[in-house]
T-cell receptor, first 112, second 113 residues
Framework: DAKTTQPTSMDCAEGRAANLPCNHS???????VYWYRQIHSQGPQYIIH???NNETNEMASLIITEDRKSSTLILPHATLRDTAVYYC?????????????FGPGTSLSVIP | EAQVTQNPRYLITVTGKKLTVTCSQN?????MSWYRQDPGLGLRQIYY???????DKGDVPEGYKVSRKEKRNFPLILESPSPNQTSLYFC????????????FGPGTRLTVT
């Protein structure tokens, strides 16, 4: 079973902020939250990751709650090109294993 | 250009005919993984490798083999393909550094009849 849960689908008006939630209530102390997106059937693309502090890069912002049980990916000004499936995963770094579990993700539709 | 390449991109084969899907990365990454993607199921990890000669099972390893003889290559082998292995396959690589993000290949669409 996926270690994260996300809404199946969301809509967002072009130019508005898209806020994509993710629950990861069983996250461990050494696990980071990563976000990827997949456009059509292309290879997933890394967006952003974080441990406990909020993070921002040129693509998005990541807000992680203080208890780390949930997070929100924010696309500040959504464009039609942001229409994609967004995956939230948790992944531990520098361990003796590299098992990664993706859930079904959130299908984001940006509407003109 | 940093990239993960997969070959072939498309393959139609018949049940039982052994096949290999190649994966190569040019970023000197230690970690590599294979995933399959089926409608409604997201990506499921088949096998992963944390270094040369070090491989381990992911969530759905049955019917697949892998090898990691060189750091840059991580081929996926289907000894006796069956129709339930019809899927979209992705290879990914990453390095246990600061970011640890995975770089994904373009995908291989496999159909087994």
């Amino acid at each position: 079973d996926a270690k994260t849960t996300q809404p199946t689908s969301m809509d967002c008006a072009e130019g508005r902020a898209a806020n994509l939630p993710c629950n990861h209530s069983t996250i461990s102390g050494n696990e980071y939250v990563y976000w990827y997106r997949q456009i059509h059937s292309q290879g997933p693309q890394y967006i952003i990751h974080g441990l406990k502090n909020n993070e921002t890069n040129e693509m998005a912002s990541l807000i992680i709650t203080e208890d780390r049980k949930s997070s929100t990916l924010i696309l500040p000004h959504a464009t039609l090109r942001d229409t994609a499936v967004y995956y939230c995963i948790v992944r531990a770094l520098k361990t003796s294993y590299d098992k990664v579990i993706f859930g079904p993700g959130t299908s984001l539709s940006v509407i003109p | 250009e940093a990239q993960v390449t997969q070959n072939p991109r498309y393959l139609i084969t018949v049940t039982g005919k052994k096949l290999t899907v190649t994966c190569s990365q040019n970023m000197n990454h230690e970690y590599m993984s294979w995933y399959r993607q089926d409608p409604g199921l997201g990506l499921r990890q088949i096998y992963y490798s944390m270094n040369v000669e070090v491989t381990d099972k992911g969530d759905v390893p049955e019917g697949y083999k892998v090898s990691r003889k060189e750091k840059r290559n991580f081929p996926l082998i289907l000894e006796s393909p069956s129709p339930n292995q019809t899927s979209l396959y992705f290879c990914a690589s990453s390095s246990p550094g600061l970011s640890y993000e995975q770089y994904f290949g373009p995908g291989t669409r496999l159909t087994v009849t």
